[in-house]
């Protein structure tokens, strides 16, 4: 008789153990991994070479030939102030710099590296950038014009 009521037991014990299939209203929360495609280098806004922007520099021009010396300085300032948002070849807070001469003319960018605020508030490639990082804005630097045109041939070597 022991025996019957400790098998009985044991059977009660399992089938009250086993798992209950209850469905539960509310939040549920599902932790498994999704895979994220990888994104681009380059920006989707449109490429338009045709724009100059909005600022003093317009029609600019590159020689054939690189300046290093300036380059040179052009590197060290953006390894100081612009290295914190822009990476050459990665989109960070703002877009890969590594041929943007393709994406933009010369002077569109002068004048982004150096009026920043006022190609935000009118230029239309500026403003759908803006759209694109999520509204992360350029800072304006206060960047001389030395310091505009050297950064203007760092990019050139990147």
């Given at each position: ?66 300046n ?73 630097q ?16 990147l």
């Amino acid at each position: 008789m022991k025996k019957i009521i400790g098998l009985v037991t044991i059977g009660l014990l399992v089938v009250s153990c086993g798992e209950k299939k209850e469905k539960k209203e509310g939040f549920e929360m599902n932790r498994t991994k999704t895979e994220k495609k990888a994104e681009a280098s380059t920006e989707s806004v449109v490429i338009d070479m045709d724009n100059d922007g909005v600022g003093e520099y317009k029609n600019i021009t590159f020689s054939e030939e690189i300046n290093a010396d300036l380059a040179a300085s052009g590197e060290t300032k953006f390894n100081s102030i612009c290295i914190a948002c822009h990476m050459a070849e990665q989109r960070m807070i703002g877009p890969a710099l590594k041929g943007v001469y393709d994406r933009r003319s010369p002077a569109w960018v002068m004048n982004m590296i150096s009026n920043p605020d006022q190609m935000l508030k009118e230029d239309p490639i500026a403003k759908a950038l803006i759209k694109e990082y999520n509204g992360a804005i350029m800072l304006n630097q206060n960047l001389t014009d030395e310091d505009t045109r050297a950064l203007a041939e760092y990019l050139r070597t990147l």
